[in-house]
């Protein structure tokens, strides 16, 4: 028998490092360096981005989403996964190995 197969790395998301959160009347927004808005959040999205750090894993932002704004397990899994896609295809999130 020959060697197993590795397994692929697990991917963290890592918000983009130029990118803050700015609050005003209309709530929380991602603006970059420029001060130019990106994106407004709702709470829930608010608290993903907090935690694409780029070492807590899908599964950990949806629990700690899914505590944080009192959702079900399969609502929170669906908001996290359609924001987490929505964050990368707009290239405010990359995904990192989780090795720093």
């Known amino acids: 028998m020959g060697a197993p197969m590795p397994q692929p790395a697990p991917e963290f998301p890592l918000r983009r490092p130029d990118v803050r959160v700015q609050r005003d009347d209309t709530g929380p927004s991602l603006v970059d360096a420029d001060g130019v808005r990106l994106c407004v959040l709702n709470e829930t999205a608010l608290a993903l981005w907090e935690l694409c750090d780029g070492g807590t ?39 990192s190995d989780g090795r720093g």
Request: with cysteine; glycine share 6%; net charge negative.
């Open 57 to 95: 894993a899908p599964d950990e932002i949806v629990d700690a989403v899914r505590i944080a704004c009192g959702l079900a397990r399969q609502v929170a899994e669906s908001d996290v996964s359609r924001t987490l896609r929505e964050l990368t295809d707009a290239g405010l999130v990359s995904w």
